[in-house]
T-cell receptor, first 115, second 114 residues
Framework: DAKTTQPPSMDCAEGRAANLPCNHS???????VYWYRQIHSQGPQYIIH???NNETNEMASLIITEDRKSSTLILPHATLRDTAVYYC????????????????FGKGTKLSVIP | NAGVTQTPKFRILKIGQSMTLQCAQD?????MYWYRQDPGMGLKLIYY???????DKGEVPNGYNVSRSTTEDFPLRLELAAPSQTSVYFC?????????????FGDGTRLSIL
């Protein structure tokens, strides 16, 4: 799986859009970009994923650059409940073995939503 | 929609005791997983299952056992608890026959071994 780089922390004013960047310059053509978040003391929560097209769901939007070397997760109207650590993960098709199934979380970005 | 349910939420064990962490999902997912997360660290895969009757070891299986007799349930058994097993344990599940499907997590069991 490709390595990802995220800023360690970000602040966002409540009600404003939160834009969380992720660099994945070694991504392969068949690898997807996933975003999860972990709110303090809770289990990780899946947010969104994509291959090369921009994606949107009820929680967020995912913008992937044309060369696929970076992406941005957008929370359109951040609330206090969005304060969490956000993880960008790149994963490709699995072939065999436990490593295919394990989600590897890096250090992520700690997003603080400020009232 | 309950999703992935883990019980208990908290437990304190004495060294050498045994216990079973329960995990149930109501999404009819074939794939289920057990992870542990130590303070300030990432997730480590303990065991996983690709369907009822099929289980396999993850990165850190020693000291644990699992079973998968039904699609819904995936209990994790700790035998002879040790202080090194103090951690937060997360169960997750995912659908389909491709591992690219997102994993959905329970809220965890916080386990302390004293």
């Amino acid at each position: 799986d490709a390595k990802t780089t995220q800023p360690p922390s970000m602040d966002c004013a409540e009600g404003r859009a939160a834009n969380l960047p992720c660099n994945h310059s070694t991504i392969s053509g068949n690898e997807y970009v996933y975003w999860y978040r972990q709110i303090h003391s809770q289990g990780p929560q899946y947010i969104i994923h994509g291959l090369k097209n921009n994606e949107t769901n009820e929680m967020a939007s995912l913008i992937i650059t044309e060369d696929r070397k970076s992406s941005t997760l957008i929370l359109p109207h951040a609330t206090l409940r969005d304060t969490a650590v956000y993880y960008c993960i790149v994963r490709g098709p699995a072939y065999s073995g436990a490593g295919s199934y394990q989600l590897t979380f890096g250090k992520g970005t700690k997003l603080s939503v400020i009232p | 929609n309950a999703g992935v349910t883990q019980t208990p939420k908290f437990r304190i064990l004495k060294i050498g005791q045994s216990m079973t962490l329960q995990c149930a999902q109501d999404m009819n997912h074939n794939y289920m997983y057990w992870y542990r997360q130590d303070p300030g660290m990432g997730l480590k895969l303990i065991y996983y299952s690709v369907g009822a009757g099929i289980t396999d070891k993850g990165e850190v299986p020693n000291g644990y056992n699992v079973s998968r007799s039904t699609t819904e349930d995936f209990p994790l058994r700790l035998e002879l608890a040790a202080p090194s097993q103090t951690s937060v344990y997360f169960c997750a599940s995912s659908s389909g026959d491709r591992v690219l499907k997102p994993q959905h997590f329970g809220d965890g069991t916080r386990l302390s071994i004293l």
